[in-house]
């Protein structure tokens, strides 16, 4: 996947930070898709506890290959089956505040047969993740931009990342 969508860079929103350390932070390597039904609408996960929205998606296992990491999170946390049509390109995070180098790779997907049931993990059961189906791209795109007023870092660099990835499947 050779188009990057966008460069994250939390010194960039705050050159204060300390950033010399960079190459010993952890890399994490993730996938998200742009998922969308035969009506056009557009899947996010909605954090009910926290009022935010994301991508569906999520970490790869060690060894785990892109589109094996993408099927399965998209199974585990919407419940779907889907066929990716397009490569979005990635999203580059350098999250100085956790000291992670976050790489997302984006894909464009479309439902495949009817939605299943989420099986989630405890950590997204806590943090009340459901599944809400938005009726255009500009929609989710609104709904994820909630999330870059959020009080935490991490879910306002989610917010900028999943908008941008959103804007590039138009």
Known sequence: MDKTILVL?????????????RDGYSV???????????????ALMHSVKHNYYKLPGGGVDKDEQLLDALARELLEETGCRAIVTDELGTVLEWRDFSH???ISYAYKAVLQ??????????????????????????EAIEKVEIGATHI???????????????RSSK
Do not use: N
Not at 9 to 16: A, I, K, N, V
Not at 31 to 41: M, S
Not at 119 to 132: A, K, N, R
């Open 9 to 21: 860079d939390q010194h960039e929103l705050d050159p204060t930070v300390d950033t010399s350390d």
């Open 28 to 42: 994490r390597t993730a996938v998200r898709a742009v998922l969308v039904d035969q009506t056009g609408y557009i």
């Open 100 to 102: 992670l180098k976050q």
């Open 113 to 138: 047969g009817e939605p299943g049931d989420p099986c989630m993990t405890e950590s997204e059961i806590e943090e009340g993740f459901v599944l809400e189906w938005t009726k255009s791209l500009d």
């Open 152 to 166: 935490a870092k991490s879910i306002k660099f989610m917010s900028r990342r999943d908008a941008e990835i959103l």
